[in-house]
């Protein structure tokens, strides 16, 4: 029988990580489930579901856009800029 490396609990061989402590078996599969965690973090799917979660929604939907604001670099933000700019352009003269 194996164990948890961590804290010496009777290793489930099915399990990816000790349901004593918490801590992955193997350094690997917590790579690849911080990656996929960063993931959702980033996603925008993952954006929305906190803000729904979340108890003051209002404040979270700020705190999310301030976190999308500060990941976007210096040209994505010219290029939204420009993007807003034409589609205004457009509505104005159609209007
Ligand atoms: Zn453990």
Redesign the pocket.
Known sequence: MQH?P????ERDLTAMR?P????FYSKVIELIEQEAAAEEQASLKGRWRRVIGAADKRHALAEEYRQFKAGLTLTAKFTLWVIVAFVFALVVTVL
């Not at 961590?6 to 609990?9: K, L």
């Open positions: 948890c961590s804290c010496g609990h000790c004593e402590c918490g801590s």
